[in-house]
């Protein structure tokens, strides 16, 4: 069956770097791959997508790269600030009008 | 302004008791969803509703219900036959056509007795 991995593992880094979150997925082979950001008690909001045949995507300081043959995507925030502390969350679509979301990486920020 | 609306934020309820969870949406979408939400797990979906009067399954199902009697309105009937009701629930709502991303309201916390 098609699975979503993110690392549970919370990533903790320093404000001023770069965070990168991973997201793997087996059984799949989807058109397109996208990112939310979740706040806690929140819902998550939609950050970015990228399609199959793009390699990567950027937005503002966020950057998506999508590799078919690793599976993989990496979620790229530079200058990282305490204000990007949250979990980010990898989607798939999961068939029809489905999305199949991963469990989520925390982001820790520290000033 | 926009959005998908729950209410409400917390819930309380006694074991037994069938509890509904509402959500509304203004954003003219054809699809919507309902999410339960774990500690440090994903999100596992409930029911979806692609068109009004229509709704599907998704991965647990059982001990919940829905209706999509209108186009802006999806709630979720939460009954006694969950065996573990205690989670934060979300809804979402989503654009038809490929590569839309969803819409998710601020998700209702419900804690049973």
């Known amino acids: 069956s098609q699975k979503i991995e993110q690392n549970s593992e919370a990533l903790n880094i320093q404000e001023g770097k770069t965070a990168t979150l991973t997201c793997n997925y087996t059984n799949y082979s989807p058109a397109y791959l996208q990112w939310y950001r979740q706040d806690p008690g929140r819902g998550p909001v939609f950050l970015l997508l990228i399609r199959e045949n793009e390699k990567e995507k950027r937005k503002e300081r966020l950057k998506v790269t999508f590799d078919t043959t690793l599976k993989q995507s990496l979620f790229h925030i530079t200058a990282s600030q305490p204000a990007d502390s949250a979990t980010y969350l990898c989607?798939?679509?999961?068939?029809?009008?489905?999305?199949?979301f991963g469990a989520g990486t925390r982001l820790f920020v520290k000033a | 302004d926009g959005g998908i609306t729950q209410s409400p934020k917390y819930l309380f309820r006694k074991e037994g008791q069938n509890v509904t969870l509402s959500c509304e949406q203004n954003l003219n979408h054809d699809a919507m969803y309902w999410y339960r939400q774990d500690p440090g797990q994903g999100l596992r979906l409930i029911y979806y509703s692609q068109i009004v009067n229509d709704f599907q399954k998704g991965d647990i199902a059982e001990g919940y219900s829905v209706s999509r009697e209108k186009k802006e309105s999806f709630p979720l009937t939460v009954t006694s036959a969950q065996k573990n009701p205690t989670a934060f629930y979300l809804c979402?709502?989503?654009?038809?056509?490929?590569?839309?991303?969803?819409?998710f309201g601020p998700g209702t916390r419900l804690t049973v007795l």
């Open positions: 979402a709502s989503r654009d038809s056509g490929p590569y839309n991303e969803q819409f």
């Open positions: 989607a798939l679509p999961g068939g029809g009008f489905k999305t199949i």
